[in-house]
């Protein structure tokens, strides 16, 4: 195995400045810092857990990397996690990456730089391969809630698949036939995920058809750009069921059909997924796929700390939580009869 001379010798530097690459990367320039990671890549360095030396006495402390607070979904993961670890008398830092990849980094090195024990993330992308530099660091990591397929590390999140599929049986039992799907395309694999099991769920039905409509993100502002384009079209092309990828979205469309006269549910029917504490504040109250969100939190503590005490014996755990369904007015009563079969579009 390669030692961290090793590692020196073939990035043409210094064993400290490689020490101060994996535990203080501010310490170090750029292009210096990006030269000694491809050495350890290429030499596939990993430094023991146990060379990862911290000051005597010091309790433990995780931190926790969440792509956006302003998204009131991650504030309830957070205070699940900082529960647990209060309870189990550890230390959390918390970080903010406003959805920015680059703040993500830069928040990343600072977290390492006060050397936490272990490092929970919810990434701003899913499959950034710069958050491999944590494994060569010899930190422990755990992916919580967005999280690539094909990942080997420790991670929980909840069921999308069967979130979506909750959803989409939901309104066709309801009566509904014509169908739409607002959320992200090709952005994340959770949104591909729940649409994939809404769209499997209405297929149930012979006669329905489902749309997609993209957005940018998982904002409000999306959501009102999607109901303003549905808004647009006569009223008989509109579909009569809409789930969105998340709360934050169906609020924004919520607030872009009240504009146009659209009624909901008697129009439109909406289901959301989250149930942020908000959706049952709406004008009309959100029916939604609930996620565990401060189960979230507490679940990627515990598997963090698995990972620590476990060591080189150590298991890479892999935790998914059922979602549930939450029914509330937007999504209205059953229907007598399904509403007719919505002509294709180009």
Not at 318 to 324: A, F, G, W
Request: aromatic share 4%; glycine share 10%; charged share 25%.
């Amino acid at each position: 195995m390669a030692t961290i001379r090793d590692v020196a010798r073939h990035a043409g530097v210094s064993a400290g400045t490689v020490s101060n690459v994996l535990n203080r990367p501010g310490y170090v320039g750029s292009e210096t810092r990006e030269r000694v990671l491809r050495s350890i890549a290429d030499l596939e360095f990993t430094p023991t857990q146990e060379a990862r030396k911290f000051r005597a006495g010091r309790g433990r402390t995780l931190g926790l990397a969440l792509a956006d607070l302003a998204n009131p979904f991650f504030i309830d993961v957070a205070l699940g996690a900082e529960a647990e670890a209060a309870a189990l008398g550890v230390g959390l830092v918390i970080i903010h990456n406003g959805e920015d990849a680059t703040r993500e980094q830069h928040n990343l090195d600072v977290l390492v730089q006060q050397r936490v024990h272990g490092i929970m993330i919810a990434p701003v992308h899913d499959d950034d391969p710069p958050l491999d530099r944590l494994d060569g660091r010899g930190i422990p990591l755990v992916y919580l809630d967005r999280v690539s397929d094909d990942s080997l590390r420790c991670w929980v999140k909840t069921d999308d698949l069967a979130g979506g599929r909750l959803a989409g049986r939901h309104l066709v039992e309801l009566g509904h036939r014509r169908l739409a799907f607002v959320g992200s395309l090709g952005g994340t694999a959770q949104v591909d995920h729940r649409f994939e099991g809404f769209s499997s769920a209405a297929a149930e039905a012979p006669d329905s058809v489902v749309e997609r409509l993209a957005t940018d993100s998982w904002q409000i502002d999306d959501g009102r750009r999607a109901g303003a384009s549905l808004a647009a079209r006569p009223r008989t092309e509109l579909p009569t069921a809409v789930m969105c990828a998340n709360d934050l979205i169906a609020i924004g469309l919520l607030i872009e059909f009240a504009r146009h006269g659209i009624r909901v549910p008697d129009d439109v029917s909406v289901v959301g997924f989250d149930d942020l504490s908000w959706a049952q504040a709406t004008t009309v109250p959100l029916t939604t796929v609930r996620q565990p969100r401060a189960e979230l939190g507490a679940r990627a503590v515990r598997l963090l700390l698995d990972e620590i005490d476990g060591g080189s014996a150590h298991e890479h755990g892999r935790v998914l939580l059922d979602p549930e369904l939450v029914v509330r007015e937007s999504s209205g009563a059953p229907r007598t009869t399904p509403p007719p079969r919505q002509k294709d579009t180009p």
